[in-house]
């Protein structure tokens, strides 16, 4: 079963996965504290994954709306912080991204940059909680041209990576085919239809404010 509903107000019940991943969504959302909450919310423990600030200037996606950095809270005897600070425009340097795309080195360069590609990103596993700050406000300006840009998501690459998570996760799919889960024990009370349904292989589109009479079917 999907799911489609805003990220900042989920329609699942408090605590009910074990695990969440969000790999490279919040440096896309308007509000990225307000997911981070919900993703607290929803589940016991996870990972996060965004760009990391320093090289995302150099290789620059017009689509994104943050800059992310990782404060380590070591020195202070605290959890490390993710902090996002808005960008004040889809560029860091319009000259230099313009440079890049008209000389031809953005495929030459960012292989060398994927070559430390640990260092291009943030990892963060979380268990319980997630500290995060956010500094500034993203333009409705900036906000539409994100929308609108085109997007960097490589189809090549992205059509392989699903190929593979089929391939590797064939098995424990075919011996999940016979678990059932009840609609109720996952979403919301307000959701709760009270019918004894399970989930099925299907789009559920709802948010809090949906009554069980709007979901698809």
């Not at 969504?25 to 990391?52: C, F, N, Q």
């Not at 808005?86 to 340097?93: P, V, Y």
């Amino acid at each position: 079963p999907l799911f489609d509903a805003p990220a900042d107000d989920m329609p699942f019940a408090d605590g009910v996965f074990d695990y969440v991943i969000c790999s490279h969504v919040l440096e896309h959302v308007p509000d990225p504290s307000a997911v981070v909450a919900e993703l607290t919310r929803v589940a016991k423990a996870g990972y996060i994954e965004v760009p990391e600030a320093s090289s995302a200037k150099i290789i620059d996606f017009p689509s994104h709306l943050w800059w992310c950095t990782l404060e380590d809270g070591a020195a202070s005897g605290g959890a490390p912080t993710l902090v996002f600070t808005a960008k004040k425009a889809a560029h860091f340097d319009r000259d230099i991204a313009a440079y890049i795309a008209r000389s031809g080195i953005e495929r030459p360069l960012t292989d060398l940059l994927d070559q430390r590609f640990d260092h291009r990103i943030i990892s963060l596993p979380w268990e319980g909680s997630v500290d995060v700050r956010v500094e500034g406000d993203v333009s409705a300006s900036l906000l539409d041209e994100a929308l609108h840009a085109d997007s960097h998501h490589r189809v090549a690459q992205s059509l392989a990576v699903r190929v593979l998570t089929a391939a590797l996760t064939a098995a424990p799919r075919w011996r999940r085919r016979d678990v059932t889960v009840a609609f109720d024990d996952i979403v919301k009370p307000e959701l709760r239809r009270g019918d004894g349904a399970t989930l099925e292989r299907r789009i559920y589109r709802l948010d809090s404010a949906t009554s069980h009479s709007n979901v698809s079917q």
